[in-house]
């Protein structure tokens, strides 16, 4: 597709278990970012990739979170024994390269019960 | 500690105004970023801009980086123009070049009635 695409689009799990949320960014674009939005909150950023560099994690709120992304195609972030502080909308967002306009993906909503 | 203020929080105005939403950040930047958040959750990029005025149809963006602040303007707005509107920077740290995640204000949640 031409756009930013998330799966699941939703997803709802048990607090205690692993998740594992998907983006594939545009074909082309060598940044990859995530964001988290909570309801009735603002867009947190989490973490960035950018080519074969080493990734900023500065965003990621615990050690549960990690992420992943194979050379400059698909990403993976997974959350680890999620709690419900854990609910949100994770973005995924892409870019030509570092430092240039967005484009975002639809979102994954996570629900944890 | 890097702060984006936007104002107002929630704007409803009629249809055909000029609107006018304002963003503050506390530090120095490369990029400032206007988003457009639609009802749905779909984001949208509307301008990156470092310097001086965009415009794309109806939407105007400017930057005053002495200042830090940055106005979105949307002329003759109308009812599709509803939703919410992110301002983003992203900030630029003398010691380590740049930091590359936006850092996001609120939103302002506008609504133009028709």
Redesign the interface.
Known sequence: GAGVSQSPSNKVTEKGKDVELRCDPISGHT?L?W?RQRLG????????F?GNSAP?K??LPSDRFSAERTGESVSTLTIQRTQQEDSA?Y?C?SSLK???????G??TRLSIL | KNEVEQSPQNLTAQEGEFITINCSYSVGI??L?W?QQHPG?????LF?LSSGKKKHGRLIATINIQEKHSSLHITASHPRDSAVY?C?V?PFWYSGG??????????THLIIQP
């Open positions: 940044a970012y964001y909150q603002g867009l947190e950023f989490l973490i960035y950018q900023d500065s965003g909308v973005l967002a570092g430092n240039q306009p967005q484009h975002f639809d979102g | 490369s990029a970023h988003l959750g779909g984001i949208v990029s990156m992110i983003a992203r740049g930091a590359d995640g936006l850092t996001f204000g609120k939103g």
